[in-house]
């Protein structure tokens, strides 16, 4: 054999090593691309691959991510029957596919308008669709290590008072749209200094020594008519609808109240200062019922799970609970549109091209402050931490008027299709008006509920 053809099959090897090599390589980078837990949008995009929970701290999702990984992990601990340590690790390990409800377009909208607030204080939020779909949540970068603020429990406020007084108290008949309490105090407790106080005091500490309207105390957030409302309904009443609605665990003031009488929760219940709190996530699952019809469901984020080869492990089954008749969660909707009204408490929300409802609720030297809102397609908290003032609300619209001007075609209007009837009610008895009547107002009853005719004139 010549020199010159050794010389040829010497290239030749040399090549087919260095294309061997390469191919290797690639063979190599495709695996590590596709190793560790993906995760999909409710579009079916890939969004995040992450291989450890080290990692799920650099993506910009990472509160959505803590949330799907935590779910993911007791799904697989329930289906498998081991630890949830056990469980965590196998979802890197065998490379699972998780489809979950996240809407990137909603969640950037979301975060832009959130990240401006976010070096002022610590902000976090969480949107639903009406079907309990966790579809964006939102938390401080800047927060403890390890805190997710979406997920962590606060003191609600004022913003439990539809869910814990209102829409209960007007389900069962306690209460209709013009019931009136006088804006007094309930009673007179004793203060660090030993001396009698009135209470409850109201945001403004006046009391007007007037009659309000149920719609009023809800649009303006008077603390004495919340308080006079759940006496009547009923506190430990309340308690058990909040436990068997919704999961709210009220452990802490049941014993409370087993050990010195139900007042001593009447304002945990009433203005909202439970001992556990409740989170953005919570909440937002709890006002879903304010706009499909009185139904709720737990909010989730994960849709599916596949295995590694595609054969689907999980697959959500709804399974929405009616906790309020149709009427009273369409009467509350539209009580809760008096809040965003000029003369409301949530006055702060401009959105102008859609319907919105919603409460707000305020702590204590402003130490959480919350916006939970409706919308005809959404379920929306905000809450933050300490500021002089409660900003929740402008939040809440600025990341909706985001949202909905990112949509193409949206619900503009809420449906309202329950049997709910519209009357004229004289302002000084609250009942239906009749001729001498001086000044009226509408109102919205149930059918079965209209209030009697005037009385006074």
């Not at 596949?306 to 009467?331: F, L, M, P, W």
């Not at 009837?421 to 609250?430: D, F, H, K, P």
């Amino acid at each position: 054999m010549s020199s010159q053809k050794k010389q040829v099959i010497k290239i030749k090897r040399i090549i087919s090593s260095i294309l061997c090599v390469v191919l290797l390589a690639s063979l190599f980078a495709s695996c590590g691309k596709g190793s560790g837990l993906q995760i999909f949008s409710a579009d079916n995009e890939l969004f995040a691959t992450i291989k450890s929970d080290k990692a799920i701290n650099k993506n910009e999702n990472k509160a959505y991510l803590e949330i799907v990984v935590d779910e993911a992990s007791e799904i697989i601990s329930k289906s498998q029957n081991i630890e949830i340590k056990e469980a965590r690790k196998a979802l890197y390990k065998n490379k699972y596919k998780i489809y979950t409800a996240f809407d990137k377009k909603v969640s950037d909208n979301l975060l832009k308008s959130c990240d401006k607030k976010d070096d002022k204080f610590k902000v976090a939020a969480a949107i639903t669709d009406l079907n309990a779909n966790l579809v964006a949540v939102y938390s401080s970068k800047d927060g403890q290590k390890g805190t997710n603020f979406a997920t962590k429990a606060n003191r609600p406020c004022s913003a439990l008072k539809p869910l814990s007084v209102y829409a209960p108290a007007l389900d069962d008949g306690t209460v209709n749209w013009s019931s009136r309490y006088k804006d007094s105090p309930y009673k007179y407790v004793k203060n660090l200094e030993g001396v009698m106080r009135p209470w409850p005091s109201n945001a403004n500490y006046v009391y007007s020594e007037k009659y309000a309207y149920i719609y009023q105390a809800i649009m303006e957030s008077i603390n004495t008519v919340a308080v006079k409302c759940l006496t009547d309904y009923g506190i430990m009443r309340s308690v058990s609808f909040l436990e068997n609605s919704f999961g709210i665990p009220l452990e802490a003031e049941k014993t409370l109240a087993a050990t010195n009488g139900e007042e001593e929760i009447l304002g945990n219940i009433a203005l909202g200062f439970l001992s556990n709190g409740v989170s953005c996530v919570d909440m937002a699952g709890y006002y879903q019922i304010f706009a499909n019809g009185g139904k709720y469901e737990e909010p989730k984020a994960i849709l599916k799970i596949c295995d590694k080869k595609g054969n689907i492990v999980y697959e959500r089954e709804h399974s929405q609970k009616q906790v309020i008749k149709d009427t009273t969660a369409e009467i509350m909707n539209r009580m809760l549109k008096e809040v965003v009204s000029p003369d409301g408490t949530g006055k702060a929300v401009s959105c102008k091209n859609f319907e919105v409802a919603g409460k707000t609720g305020t702590d204590e030297d402003y130490k959480n402050n919350w916006f939970v809102g409706i919308t005809p397609e959404y379920s929306c908290a905000v809450w933050h931490d300490y500021y002089f003032e409660n900003t929740a609300a402008k939040i809440f619209s600025d990341a909706m008027n985001e949202i909905y001007n990112a949509k193409e075609a949206y619900q503009k209007v809420f449906g309202y299709n329950a049997p709910v009837t519209q009357i004229a009610y004289c302002t000084e008895s609250g009942k239906q008006f009749k001729q001498g009547c001086s000044f009226i107002k509408m109102g919205y009853y149930t059918q079965d509920k209209v209030p009697g005719i005037c009385d006074r004139h």
